[in-house]
Every structure is written in C-alpha cells, then in structure tokens.
C-alpha cells in the first residue's frame, strides 16, 4: 500500500489515485436518475451527520440515493471512511484508516431505530490492518440493532476478511438475516479490478456462511460492464449456486471519476432480463437485475420476497 504523509504537523489525507484519466462515456437514458431534492431526503442526510455517520450512499455515489433517502433507507458504512484496499471500480478513499470508533455500533441502532426501519444494511471498507478485519465491530453492530430495534431485520454487506483466521465465525454467530459478500467481477478480471482479493477466496466465504447456519440467507452480487463476456457472467452463476447461494444481484457498473476502472459497455435492459430468467433457472431463490440494481437497493422488498421463496421451496419438498 502506497505510504501517506504522517511527518509531524502534516495533514493527512486519503491515497488519491494516481491511474491516468480515462473516458467517461455518456449515459443512456435508461441510467438517468433525478438529482435528490425532496424534504425526506434531506431529513436522512442530517440524521446521518447528527450521529457522525458514513453510508455508502454517499461514499460509493450511488445513483439510488434520491429515491432511497426520500424513503429513509439507508445503507450505513462502519469501521470508518477509509479503505485499505483500492479497487479498479469503487470511489471509497484508500490509505490508512483511522481508529476504531467504539461507539459506531450503537450510533447505528439510535439511526436504524430514528428512521423505524424494518430491514437494514450494513456494510464496510475493507480493513485489512486489523487483526479480525472489523468482524467483532459488525457482531457488536447486529447485537445494538436488535437492542434499539427488536423487529428490524439485518442483512450485512462484508469485506472478504482475507487471512483473518475466526473472523467469519464471529459474524455470523451473530446471526445477522441475510449474509452478503459480493463477487463483484467475473475471475478473469480480479487481477485489473479487485486486485487484493482472491475469487475462490470470497466465493469459499459464502459457501461456509451456510455450512456455519444454513438458516441464514446468503446473498452475491457482480456488476457488469467492466469487461466481462456473457459466458463468464453465466459461469459465475454456477459458481454462486454450488455454494448454495440464495440471492445474486447483477447491475450496471458506472465509472465514478476519470481515475477508474473504464465501462466497457452499457448493457441493455432487455439483457439484464435475460440475466435475472438465467439465474431463475439455475436455482437462485431470488435476482435482482437491472441497470441500477445495488447490492442494497429495495433491500426490505427483497428480504420479503426471499422469505415468500423459501417457504414456496419447503412447502414443495
């Protein structure tokens, strides 16, 4: 990892990027979205900083923030705003992050409970200078959520915790709802696009989530766009399903800023479809594929619909 400025009476700073500009294709219309202006929204934004909390709404840029914040969802951000990690395609910062901040956990459950949510997401940066990669931070999280807010149901977005031996044990003992990890890409591009992360890695992570608590839903996404054929898009599925994962979601990947990873393509409506019909055939519970599909976007309908598929599924068996 690049070394910061940390000399005396220097001003520390996230790693900018140092890739030349690239391309920033103009968007087709069906990825245009409204810029966020309504009350609800702005309402979500001084909740967020009243608690002194990060979402990855706002960190990622999220093309969904305006429709999600005007119904205050919100995905929120823990461990910090600072990534050890610098992958090809996200807009997170990368450098050296700050220290731990103990009452984060319980700052989350005081917003979860503010907003009266009935599924929330909580997701990460990749902390891979801590010994555990932040996983008792996120059971501590899940434990203050179900004490503000008994009722919420809890899905989880979480970093690969490459070499952190225990780390997954501890979260999911925690027992979160749903367990997400995101393969982001298909394996020929790891090395390009998720350069700190091993594909066989995060996909052998999800596979033991179910052997550890078969009850809890496992969950994967990738987005497409960055280079990726077809074929491969439909080999990962098989993957994802021979680790017994429930839910795969596929969007559209979108170049944050000129530093990124370029978009190779903008892949048609008609396609995602396409994708979604594949992965019902291949026997995901659940897919969610469009152009502005995220991993949280309508996350409460999607916990509903998972839970309306596994008992469709028992009561069939």
Known sequence: ?????????????????????????RRPEWLRVKAPVSAAYAETRALMRDLNLVTVCEEAACPNIGECWAQKHATMMILGS????????????TGRPDALDMDEPE????????LGLRHVV???????????????????????????SAGTTIEILTP???????ALEVVVAARPDVFNH?????????????????????????????KLDPSIFTKSGIMVGLGEEDDEVGQLMDDLRSADVDFMTIGQYLQP?????????????????????QGRAKGFLLMSSTPLTRSSYHAD????????????VLAAS
């Open 301 to 312: 309908e999607d916990f509903a619909a998972l839970q309306q598929a596994r008992n469709a």
């Open 257 to 277: 800023t000129p530093k990124h990873a370029s978009v190779d393509r903008f892949v048609e409506p008609e396609l995602f479809d396409g994708y979604a019909a």
């Open 1 to 25: 990892m690049p070394q910061l400025n940390t000399a005396k009476g220097a001003k520390r700073h996230p790693e900018k990027r140092r890739n030349p500009d690239r391309p920033q294709p």
């Open 160 to 166: 690969d915790f490459l070499r952190k031996e225990g």
């Open 182 to 210: 995101n393969m982001e890409t298909v394996p020929r591009l790891y090395p390009q696009i998720r350069p700190g992360a091993r594909y066989f890695h995060s996909l052998s992570i999800l596979q033991q989530v179910k």
């Open 82 to 93: 600072v990534c050890t990690r610098a992958c090809a395609f996200c807009n997170v910062a």
């Open 122 to 148: 909580i997701t990460s940066v990749d902390r891979d200078d801590l010994a555990d990669g932040g996983a008792a931070h996120f059971a501590r999280t899940i434990e203050f959520i179900r004490l503000y």
């Open 107 to 114: 700052n989350v459950a005081k917003a979860v409970a503010s």
